[in-house]
């Protein structure tokens, strides 16, 4: 759920009775989500609980969809409001893993009933997307990284036009978290090896 590892014991109640639904399955000794669909329910599930206890501040979902369509890019412009409304002034360190987390809560009631998102999403040569979302089969490419600074936010860039490039996509969208106290907030968009890049921080 945030990029931890488990060792696999079956005498663990709960990872026993996961194993018994075939929920999780051992892969070298190690918790492994059994597939996709599992993978989604599961993440579905601690983000509702997380939902219900109150520490999701909850969005309008219909002034992000216009004419049937997802305006991503005002989830996105939205979401860094409400990020740095919460986290501006907490000097915390947090794994991309957390980051994502954070951004899946935000969206998920957006599109929850019309869209879907897939987590981790497997390229054709064995690569990961951060984060597609399938909005009425419009799908949106997003990578999240952590501000570790403009070498790191380049290999982002390049990254995130690589997996554009095997998706057949033009556009695609890059989350930067930073934690510095003299970040700039806002959206930039670049093109990178022929993508279109739009950088929200």
Known sequence: YVGESYAFDINNRVLNLAYAFRFIKNNNGKVQIANPIFETVLYNLFLSEEEVSGRVKSVDRNQFISNGRLDIELV??????????????NDIKMLEADCRRIFMLYVKPIINGTGNYYIEAENRDGTRTDMIIDYLGEQFVL?????RGEIYQQKGELQLADYLDKLNADRGYL?????????????TEKIVDGKQIIEFV
């Open 175 to 187: 989350v930067i978290f930073n934690f510095n106290h003299n970040k700039v907030v806002g959206r």
């Open 143 to 147: 990578e999240m990284k952590i501000w």
């Open 76 to 89: 996105l412009e939205k979401f860094s409001q409400h990020y740095n409304d919460i986290y501006d002034t």
